[in-house]
């Protein structure tokens, strides 16, 4: 009988991350509702095999390459989609549960027919009393994202979000065929906000569940091995977040407010850059000054292609 979520884990070069997600979901979930797929990005330490050796009967993908997060996941999600689960579940590999959350988000899904997606609330791995992620908002007149750590006393309800994050978020199959998958052109970062916007322009609701817990480690595949002059954080990470930023914005932002948002980000990039030149990080600087350029620039016709599963 075929299980309702196929619960996607992509990895690259991050095995033991991936071991304890693996394990934590085998030992809290209800495996009857889920089949795990592992996507493997093209890991150079030896993961897919280590994988395939401890857990045998799991689901792998080898993508060969280093896709990024997006097309990393998309590829899971065309299986899940080719192979007729009704859910997705994507979830980080540095993540851990402690309870059955895979049922407890796909029975909200199954009760709450207007939401399209649903997400827990995210706790720091190593801090479990405080969130990393809660509820995603949107400021729509400085253009700027945020997620509320808000406490909220009634646990067993749910509030509506305008973005999930892709930490962690299940996503009904049916909806992802008519508004699309994850954008590839994005790579790594804001990938899953701008899906979520996607998916709300389709006339769906988003949902967080304060109730439901998901532990992260957070940042993980943006650190560097050891400290070098340019910091323990990977310098690539500035070109994506700057320009992926600005391309959320130029489809999503209301274009009479771009005024206030060029106002509201231009301090924090001209201190961020000023910051990077004095410290030495050129290389830094260097991705940063592209992302902001390619932000701006790249023609619209490149960054949104066709981004429903047929047309991958």
């Not at 998309?74 to 080719?82: G, Q």
């Not at 992620?133 to 400085?142: E, T, V």
Request: hydrophobic share 40%; aromatic share 14%; proline share 4%.
């Amino acid at each position: 009988m075929q299980k309702p979520v196929a619960l996607l884990i992509l990895n690259w070069n991050t095995p033991q991350h991936t071991l304890n997600c693996i394990s934590s979901l085998l030992k809290y979930c209800n495996t009857a509702h889920f089949d795990i797929i592992v996507a493997d990005n093209g890991s150079t330490d030896g993961s897919l095999e280590l994988f395939q050796s401890q857990f045998p009967d799991l689901i792998y993908l080898d993508n060969q390459e280093n896709l990024g997060f997006a097309e990393g996941n998309n590829r899971a999600i065309i299986y899940s989609i080719e192979k007729g689960y009704t859910y997705s579940l994507i979830i980080n590999n540095d993540t851990e549960v402690d309870s059955d959350l895979v049922s407890a988000l796909m029975d909200h899904l199954e009760q709450q027919p207007a939401a399209a997606a649903v997400q827990p609330a995210i706790y720091w791995m190593h801090k479990r009393s405080e969130i990393w992620n809660g509820r995603g908002g949107y400021y729509s007149l400085f253009g700027k994202l945020f997620s509320s750590k808000k406490q909220y006393p009634d646990t067993t309800s749910f509030v509506k979000a305008k973005w999930l994050t892709g930490c962690c978020m299940l996503v009904r199959n049916e909806v992802l065929k008519q508004t699309g998958i994850f954008n590839k052109q994005f790579f790594l970062y804001d990938e899953d906000v701008e899906l979520s916007f996607r998916i709300r322009d389709g006339g769906h609701e988003l949902h967080y569940l304060p109730g439901q817990k998901l532990y992260h480690e957070a940042g993980a595949s943006g650190q560097l091995a050891t400290k070098e002059k340019e910091g323990t954080l990977s310098p690539v990470i500035h070109y994506y977040v700057s320009r992926n930023r600005i391309w959320f914005l130029r489809r999503f932002g209301k274009p009479v407010f771009y005024p206030f948002m060029f106002l509201y980000y231009l301090p924090y990039y001209a201190a961020l850059m000023s910051y990077f030149l004095l410290r030495g990080r050129r290389k830094k600087a260097s991705l940063l000054f592209n992302g902001l350029k390619d932000g701006f620039f790249t023609p619209e016709k490149v960054i949104w292609p066709d981004l429903t599963p047929a047309g991958k």
